[in-house]
């Protein structure tokens, strides 16, 4: 049986409670142990599928199709275990459950409650994660006070009670700010919220506390005193430059070695390995040649929602020994203002996916500037697709052409709606999760792939292209490297002669890792140090 941690958060939102989760399974992975990540969310919608950007942030996609909280995303890129349906449950989906539950008669005869019923549905969803692994590590999302977490915070501190001590163990990410006027760290804070914790019945086992400032000593004691913790047991939690730096400055304040004592984990390793981390950390911080990436998207002002590309991005800088510099540029700016003032200083031009048809013509345009200026290009998902309308209008001659998204009108839709996709549901209906795909022999994406005639790749979309079009299109130069199968649906295309024009109908950031960027961002990256015209070692 597994040995459970539970990460919750106070004061305020966005403390870094995933990247704390994900760094703490890196740690225990280094000191050899096999790890789980869950992630509970309070809000009532089934998952966020059906969530804007704005509101959520980005949509990480599992093997088995679940779309889930990006947290999800950063316990991939951190450990080894891979997600699944299961690691995320949302309020939702809990009560969805015990209402379907109650409908089919399992509760007969009772009258249903959150305690137990809502609490005891949590508490199995817990139990489910665990598949062998020695740890689990069970984030709550929200800020502890919040209503909606109630219920969440409550079958955790039942959860605890359930299990024999040394079984269960609590960590609270808090804030200690810094008080420019007075050059003071406050406290005060962090002590309401274990606080308000305890009033609900958990008593933190090990805080860790986020900070743009060392925690001296003294602060430390204080901290300790007030929120019943060992001074040993209060974690600086400090800014970094670098997210991937977070499991090495976690262990430079003892937090595995304190975790792997409370939960009596005597299989660990008594020194962890951090080979991997200390040599991204040296890449990072090491001088490099920069690079210019231009994300041409329309949710620029929210660097969440491409959180996934973004350290897809980072993590092929690694490999390619660049410095990535990312430059967000929305799509309807190039609408007003055109390509060339926003595109001229890039050595790289990526388009991701999104649905909608804000800013669209601005993406069509910006993939016409990468292919007439030979600049380095990837389409995901909605970029392939923008690849494959920009090309029927000005290569085909297919005038007007367009995807039905955008237009019912359109005399050449060149991308269509997937037969199975019509009349269905918003929600957990798209063509969703892992499918294999098979590579055209002598293509770039073969080469990229290293050789292989298959891959397996993660999904998310409802439009594909028109098989009406293909022979068109390939007649015109364009290549479908990458195809499904049984060949009935585009996955790659690819342009010869341009230095580096692929775009994918999957979405490739969901599998890269900084040990092992994904082969499509470590040859885009690659195309773009050599686009930039410097010197290279």
Known sequence: MAKYIFVTGGVLSSLGKGLASAS???????????VNIQKLDPYLNIDP??????QHGEVFVTDDGAETDLDLGHYERFTHARMKKENNYTAGRIYYNVITKERVGDYLGGTVQVIPHITDEIKRC????????DVVICEIGGTVGDIESLPFLEAIR?????????????????LVPYIKTSEELKTKPTQHSVMKLREIGIQPDILLCRTEMPLEEDV?????????????????AIDVDCIYEVPLRFNEEGLDRIVVDLLKLEKALQTPDLSVWEEISRKEKEPKISSNIAIVGKY???????????????HAGFGNDVQVNLQYVDSEEIEKRGSAPLLSQAHGILIPGGFGERGIEGKIAAVQYARERLVPFLGICLGMQCAIV?????????EAANSSEFSNETPHPVVALMPDQEGVDMGGTMRLGAYPGILRPGSLAAEIYGGVSQFEERHRHRYEVNNAYREDLEENGLHFSGLSPDESLVEMIELPGHPYFIGCQFHPEFKSAPYAPHPLFHGFIAAAK????????
């Open 49 to 54: 599928g059906t969530m804007s950007p704005f």
């Open 220 to 236: 430390k004691r204080k901290i300790s005193l007030f929120c019943n913790v060992p001074p040993s047991a209060v974690i600086t």
């Open 390 to 398: 920009e090309y029927s209008r000005n290569i085909c001659g297919l």
């Open 24 to 34: 703490i399974g890196a740690l225990l992975e280094a000191r050899g142990l096999r």
């Open 300 to 314: 620029v002002d929210l660097k969440e929602s491409y959180k996934s590309l973004s350290e897809a991005l980072s």
């Open 158 to 174: 039942q959860f605890r009670f359930d299990h024999e001590p040394g079984h269960v163990i609590h960590i609270h990410v808090t």
């Open 530 to 537: 050599k686009a930039s015209g410097e010197l290279f070692p």
């Open 126 to 133: 817990i139990r489910h994660v665990d598949n062998g692994e």
